[in-house]
């Protein structure tokens, strides 16, 4: 089962109102699933062209009112891009840590790694901006809870901490050494599923366009 957004009006004006959503079922005459794509990250998430060729889905299908599927859409992205910004303070503290503990453990020179002065100045820094990226994370949990308007603040969040995330997987992978371009080691993963961050639940320079709509620009 699939669900689509798909131009049912083609005459409506503006044009948005005309597009609504539909479950379409795997069996559904006319839709097929093409070839699976590879992707740099995520690599345990199939994702794989879908096809559409003289396929009828029936009316009982229509998911909420005709011509409202990119209103339900829209309702839906203050907490879509919530959730992308909860993943990747997730996703960042978990780098810090195995990084923390990987330069405990490996040593050059007779110490561990975590002794020497830029070690301890870099991990310094992740986590400081981790740490605010957190409460500010948490704050507009609870503030989306009550259902309060935070589209500004969610977008601030959503483009900040994915390129916070994305800089911690740099530093990270950078501290581990040559062994963290190893696949057997999980800040190789973390460092490749990262970079979508940015880019799905609208990219970062769509947020900073909204933010800067919201406060007046």
Same mark, same amino acid.
């Not at 490996?106 to 110490?111: H, I, L, S, T, Y």
């Given at each position: ?8 009006? #083609?005459?409506a ?12 079922? $795997?069996?559904? #005459? ?8 590879k992707?740099?990250?995520?690599? @345990?998430?199939?994702?794989?062209e879908?096809i559409?060729?003289?396929? *009828? !889905? #029936?009316v009982? /299908? ?6 409202k599927? +990119? ?6 992205l203050?907490q879509?891009?919530?959730? !992308? ?5 997730v ?12 330069v405990?453990q *490996? ?5 561990a790694?975590?002794? +020497?002065?830029?070690?301890? +100045?870099k ?6 901006e981790?740490?605010?990226?957190r409460?500010?994370v ?6 989306h ?17 994915t390129?916070?995330?994305? $800089?911690?997987?740099?530093?990270c ?8 371009y ?7 993963? $973390?460092?490749?599923?990262?970079q !979508?961050?940015?880019?799905? @639940?609208?990219? /970062? ?7 800067a ?5």
């Open positions: 089962l699939v669900i689509i957004a798909c131009k049912t009006d #083609p005459k004006d503006p044009p948005h109102k005309g597009i609504s959503l539909l479950a379409v079922e $795997r069996d559904t #005459p006319g839709f097929s699933r093409g070839r699976k794509l992707k740099v990250g995520l690599h @345990a998430q199939d994702t794989a879908l559409f060729e003289d396929c *009828r !889905v #029936p009982s /299908n229509l998911i909420g009112e005709e011509g599927g +990119f209103q339900y859409m829209m309702e839906q203050q879509e891009r919530l959730l !992308v910004a909860v993943d990747s303070i996703s960042a503290e978990r780098m810090l840590e195995i990084t923390i503990d990987y405990k *490996r040593e050059a020179f007779g110490q790694i975590g002794k +020497f002065q830029n070690t301890q +100045f991990i310094a820094e992740m986590a400081t981790i740490r605010i990226g409460t500010f948490d704050n507009l949990i609870a503030d809870i009550k259902g309060k308007d935070v589209v500004t603040e969610v977008s601030m969040a959503k483009w900040w901490i390129d916070m995330a994305k $800089r911690v997987a740099t530093e992978m950078q501290l581990h050494g040559g062994y963290g190893m696949e057997e080691y999980e800040i190789a993963r $973390r460092f490749r599923d990262i !979508v961050t940015s880019i799905y @639940a609208g990219t /970062n320079e769509i947020m900073k366009t909204i933010i709509k919201r406060i007046g620009l």
